[in-house]
């Protein structure tokens, strides 16, 4: 494991945050960058990378003063391109999700979901996740050696979404090019034909779901697509199609499982480089709340966040100016030291585990988020049950994340599994 402190002095037009090799392990630039300018304005980007702790906390508890309604495909040069409009009028173009967006999209947005996802609504799916982790590690029974992100990390969380969603299994085959579709735009690394496949295929995924909403006008059934179509006819809320597409398709399945399979895989590729927690969690399996809470500051799924200044202001002793795009980088805030004693280990004592941004504060906090601490705990509970230990698979390449600007997925991880004797 690399000492981020030993790079806090090495000079900031070293680095180029848009350079997938720098995105491969950005956390010595993220230790230069606290060290020596915090609020960074990134060469020729025309945004201000934001990297410590408090700087990010302060930006975050003023949601009115640092807007959250900015896209990432409108940033590049030239903005949305021909292609991908095209594409899109076979369908419906994307809203803003719920996580970037403001008042009162925001607001009528958050309250729909968020008594979707109630600590009582969690504890009655927790069967259905531990269900689920179980019966993907049962069909790996005999094997030592596989990729654990096409084998479980991926299928895990969306499973459980997909049956939430209302989603028939015979069709979940679909949806990890969708997803994949849906999250990779806003990685601000993709080709320009990329770019118009990903908008090809979450068309393709709008008429599937259009049609599910429809045969559940007719047919209603204990799922979320029912509950949108309850929604779309409450004078409250009052979704139209283009709505509750968006729900559907970002707010609940991008986001419902795409950064919980990074984490679950982050968390394997941690244990593997330390292993030192694993035999506390065997003795006190209460410490997977915390190593959840660890994993997610360690290897924060989504790295940034952008907001925008909506008036003159001073961050950090800096001059902002109305207009200005910040970058809030939760993966160097997460492992401030300031705020973290041995911030780049697993510390399953730590004071405050849940104290990090991961998952946001405030009105953007992440409704979710008790689903992704319940599937990472119901993974790793089920993971150190079957297995002794953890290594990477023999003869197997250094593992690679998708170049990204804004989230941390590996694109497989290839393990070796020593299993238990009970």
């Given at each position: 494991?690399?000492?981020?402190?030993?790079?806090?002095?090495?000079?900031?037009?070293?680095?180029?945050?848009?350079?997938?090799?720098?995105?491969?392990?950005?956390?010595?630039?993220?230790?230069?960058?606290?060290?020596?300018?915090?609020?960074?304005?990134?060469?020729?980007?025309?945004?201000?990378?934001?990297?410590?702790?408090?700087?990010?906390?302060?930006?975050?508890?003023?949601?009115?003063?640092?807007?959250?309604?900015?896209?990432?495909?409108?940033?590049?040069?030239?903005?949305?391109?021909?292609?991908?409009?095209?594409?899109?009028?076979?369908?419906?173009?994307?809203?803003?999700?719920?996580?970037?967006?403001?008042?009162?999209?925001?607001?009528?947005?958050?309250?729909?979901?968020?008594?979707?996802?109630?600590?009582?609504?969690?504890?009655?799916?927790?069967?259905?996740?531990?269900?689920?982790?179980?019966?993907?590690?049962?069909?790996?029974?005999?094997?030592?050696?596989?990729?654990?992100?096409?084998?479980?990390?991926?299928?895990?969380?969306?499973?459980?979404?997909?049956?939430?969603?209302?989603?028939?299994?015979?069709?979940?085959?679909?949806?990890?090019?969708?997803?994949?579709?849906?999250?990779?735009?806003?990685?601000?690394?993709?080709?320009?034909?990329?770019?118009?496949?990903?908008?090809?295929?979450?068309?393709?995924?709008?008429?599937?779901?259009?049609?599910?909403?429809?045969?559940?006008?007719?047919?209603?059934?204990?799922?979320?697509?029912?509950?949108?179509?309850?929604?779309?006819?409450?004078?409250?809320?009052?979704?139209?199609?283009?709505?509750?597409?968006?729900?559907?398709?970002?707010?609940?399945?991008?986001?419902?499982?795409?950064?919980?399979?990074?984490?679950?895989?982050?968390?394997?590729?941690?244990?593997?480089?330390?292993?030192?927690?694993?035999?506390?969690?065997?003795?006190?399996?209460?410490?997977?709340?915390?190593?959840?809470?660890?994993?997610?500051?360690?290897?924060?799924?989504?790295?940034?966040?952008?907001?925008?200044?909506?008036?003159?202001?001073?961050?950090?002793?800096?001059?902002?100016?109305?207009?200005?795009?910040?970058?809030?980088?939760?993966?160097?805030?997460?492992?401030?030291?300031?705020?973290?004693?041995?911030?780049?280990?697993?510390?399953?004592?730590?004071?405050?585990?849940g104290k990090h941004l991961a998952l946001g504060i405030g009105r953007h906090h992440c409704i979710g988020s008790q689903l992704a601490r319940q599937e990472l705990v119901s993974a790793f509970g089920a993971l150190l049950d079957r297995y002794e230990s953890f290594a990477l698979a023999p003869g197997s390449e250094a593992?690679?994340?998708?170049?990204?600007?804004?989230?941390?997925?590996?694109?497989?991880?290839?393990?070796?599994?020593?299993?238990?004797?009970?």
């Amino acid at each position: 494991m690399t000492d981020d402190r030993s790079a806090a002095h090495r000079p900031l037009a070293d680095y180029d945050l848009m350079d997938p090799k720098v995105q491969q392990c950005p956390y010595a630039f993220y230790a230069s960058a606290r060290a020596q300018a915090p609020l960074y304005r990134m060469p020729d980007r025309g945004f201000w990378l934001v990297t410590s702790f408090d700087l990010c906390r302060e930006v975050m508890r003023q949601p009115d003063l640092y807007a959250s309604g900015v896209s990432p495909m409108a940033l590049k040069p030239g903005g949305v391109s021909e292609g991908v409009i095209a594409e899109y009028a076979k369908g419906w173009l994307p809203l803003a999700s719920c996580s970037t967006s403001d008042p009162p999209r925001h607001t009528k947005v958050r309250d729909f979901l968020e008594p979707l996802f109630t600590n009582k609504r969690m504890r009655e799916i927790r069967p259905l996740i531990d269900r689920t982790a179980a019966q993907l590690l049962d069909a790996l029974e005999g094997r030592t050696e596989f990729d654990f992100v096409h084998e479980f990390s991926h299928p895990l969380p969306m499973v459980v979404i997909a049956e939430l969603i209302g989603v028939p299994q015979v069709d979940l085959a679909r949806f990890k090019a969708w997803s994949d579709a849906i999250v990779e735009p806003f990685s601000m690394m993709v080709s320009p034909e990329r770019e118009v496949e990903c908008a090809r295929l979450v068309v393709e995924m709008q008429h599937y779901f259009a049609a599910l909403l429809e045969a559940r006008r007719h047919a209603p059934r204990d799922d979320l697509l029912t509950e949108l179509v309850r929604a779309a006819d409450d004078p409250a809320l009052g979704f139209d199609l283009q709505e509750q597409l968006t729900i559907i398709t970002i707010d609940l399945l991008a986001s419902g499982n795409e950064t919980t399979t990074a984490a679950i895989t982050s968390g394997l590729k941690l244990l593997i480089e330390d292993p030192a927690p694993i035999a506390e969690l065997r003795r006190d399996p209460s410490l997977l709340e915390n190593l959840a809470e660890e994993i997610l500051r360690l290897e924060s799924p989504a790295q940034g966040m952008f907001r925008r200044v909506t008036r003159d202001t001073t961050l950090g002793g800096i001059a902002l100016r109305e207009g200005e795009l910040l970058s809030l980088r939760f993966g160097s805030a997460n492992r401030d030291e300031s705020q973290f004693r041995d911030a780049e280990r697993i510390d399953l004592h730590r004071p405050q585990p849940g104290k990090h941004l991961a998952l946001g504060i405030g009105r953007h906090h992440c409704i979710g988020s008790q689903l992704a601490r319940q599937e990472l705990v119901s993974a790793f509970g089920a993971l150190l049950d079957r297995y002794e230990s953890f290594a990477l698979a023999p003869g197997s390449e250094a593992p690679q994340y998708a170049p990204s600007f804004f989230g941390r997925n590996l694109l497989e991880l290839r393990v070796s599994m020593v299993p238990r004797r009970h």
